[in-house]
């Protein structure tokens, strides 16, 4: 009897294969949260990197579409879009919005409630896990609610087919019981306007493009866009801002309001430590300086990349997976988030056979170009 009962209690400690999977998942989450927290710290013009003050960007943001700067030409249409579906007492038609990290794709969306005077509702792509999850979602939303995807491009295929019926007929598939007993039953759901996000719009499926409305793609801000924003921001964190210094954020901002945003608090700070609490242009250059940051947004991993090329590769052209290696990054980092800025500035180039720096990128290093004749010398010696 003793032996049984001391089995049946470690039987009993024994945690299901259930529970271990939701331990693990958990450790996973953990681990992640601790090295996005790396990453933000280390990195000031990263769009796709979360920081803490990025909890405060609710009070930065725009909450119509006349106080929002930038995207003249979406900004226009939408405006139309929307006063028509308003004046019709509609939803508006499905909303697709493409663009890199960081341009404002999250506040148009909540703009977009706002100005139909709608409800919001916001959820991530991997958050949807289960068909019961956009279910839950959907059957409980009122008439013209606007239903927000962040990352749309990451939704599972059973979740994105079930989208289909509620995108195109307002109605939910449910399968209800099991085996020969099993029936589909169709869930009416309310007339709602569902806005899709992405980064990678190829990614993305061509039926569920096709059942979007309205496609809108984000493009990169101009110097004297983001200035406004800085200064518009400034006047909510009640600091004062010269001139000459938000346009000098803004050409070290990539085009991208939140990192703009970013740079701002981290003037803040120095103008309040060292400065007369006016953020200046000398404080602004001294800042960037002790922050890393060039006059281009460059940070210190982004020259490393161009020096790599120069020093160890002749100037290239280098694959991928060697450059990636040589400055101990993943090749998938290296292509999504350092690649794409550098190859906008004129920096890097990539060819059929490698990435290859420009003349442009030496001369911001501070380095002479090699030509092509000392290239081919040094080839003929092997």
């Given amino acids: 009897m003793n032996k049984s009962v001391v089995s049946k209690s470690k039987y009993a400690r024994q945690k299901s294969p259930e529970q271990e999977l939701a331990d693990e998942l958990n450790m996973v989450r953990q681990l992640s949260a601790q090295a996005a927290e790396a990453i933000a710290e280390t990195h000031i013009v990263r769009a796709d990197a979360a920081v803490a003050d990025d909890a405060q960007d609710g009070s930065l943001r725009p909450k119509s579409l006349s106080e929002f700067l930038g995207q003249s030409s979406i900004k226009e249409n939408l ?12 939803a508006l038609d499905h909303l697709f919005l ?38 839950g979602i959907l059957s409980t939303i009122s008439p013209r609610t606007v239903f927000f995807i962040d990352e749309i491009h990451r939704l599972k295929p059973t979740i994105e087919e079930m989208l289909y019926t509620a995108m195109e007929d307002y109605e939910l598939d449910w399968v209800i019981g099991q085996g020969a007993a099993a029936r589909t039953v169709r869930i009416p759901v309310p007339r709602f306007t569902l806005v899709g996000a992405t980064t990678k719009a190829g990614m993305v499926s061509s039926p569920l493009i096709s059942r979007f409305g309205i496609i809108q793609r984000f493009n990169y801000y101009s110097n004297e866009e983001l200035a406004h924003i800085v200064e518009r921001s400034a006047r909510i964190l009640n600091v004062s801002v010269e001139k000459k210094a938000s346009l000098l954020m803004a050409a070290c901002s990539r085009g991208t309001p939140r990192v703009a945003n970013r740079l701002l608090r981290r003037m803040r700070d120095f103008a309040q430590i060292e400065g007369q609490g006016i953020i200046t242009e000398d ?100």
């Fill in 79 to 90: 405006s139309v879009f929307i006063n028509a579906a308003r004046e019709r007492k509609e």
């Fill in 98 to 135: 493409i663009g890199p990290p960081g341009l404002g794709k999250t506040t148009l969306a909540q703009i977009t409630a706002n100005e139909l005077g709608a409800e919001f509702k916001v959820t991530n792509a991997p958050a949807l896990d289960k068909p019961k999850d956009l279910a």
């Fill in 283 to 382: 404080i602004v250059a001294k800042g960037l300086a002790r922050l890393g940051i060039d006059s281009l947004g460059l940070e210190q991993y982004d020259r490393e990349i161009l020096l790599s090329i120069m020093n160890n590769f002749s100037g290239g052209p280098v694959g991928a997976d060697t450059l990636a290696i040589s400055i101990g990054e993943s090749m998938d980092t290296l292509e999504d988030y350092y690649e794409p800025y550098l190859i906008q500035c004129g920096l890097l180039q990539r060819t059929p056979r490698g990435r290859i720096v420009t003349e442009k990128a030496y001369r911001h290093v501070g380095l002479s170009p090699r030509t092509e004749s000392s290239n081919e010398d040094q080839r003929l010696l092997f």
